[in-house]
């Protein structure tokens, strides 16, 4: 059983920065499809960053290339979402995923397990 824990939301101003982290159990970041999306109130679930171990490629909606960066620790089986130079629109929750398949990194559709989510507020 795969279970995913994110944390490092909150509140922060325009133009600061967060790191969001998100641990798993059942399973490793070092292989498959690991991926970041979010959801405002109202809206459909968006997709943010996803990182692809082999190869290693890392995707970025162009709404966060940039700014946001996804990266693995290995050594704990962490997955980050480093954010700066946030936006009151980068105000959702924050959601990490795992595929074992590879395919459109940006549909939600891959994704087969999911974190329970972390809030990110932007004040103006």
């Known amino acids: 059983q795969v279970q995913l824990a994110e944390s490092g939301g909150g509140l922060v101003q325009t133009g600061g920065s967060l790191t969001l982290s998100c641990t798993a159990s059942g399973h490793t970041f070092s292989s498959g499809l690991s991926g970041w999306f979010r959801q405002a109130p109202g809206q459909e679930r968006e997709f943010v960053a996803a990182r692809e171990r082999v190869p290693t490629i890392t995707y970025y909606s162009d709404s966060v290339k940039g700014r946001f960066t996804c990266s693995v620790d290995n050594a704990t089986n962490t997955l980050y979402l480093q954010m700066s130079s946030l936006l009151p629109e980068d105000t959702a929750v924050y959601y990490c995923?795992?595929?074992?398949?590879?395919?459109?990194?940006?549909?939600?559709?891959?994704?087969?397990?999911w974190g329970q989510g972390t809030q990110v507020t932007v004040s103006s």
């Open positions: 995923a795992t595929s074992s398949r590879y395919g459109r990194a940006s549909s939600p559709l891959l994704y087969d397990y």
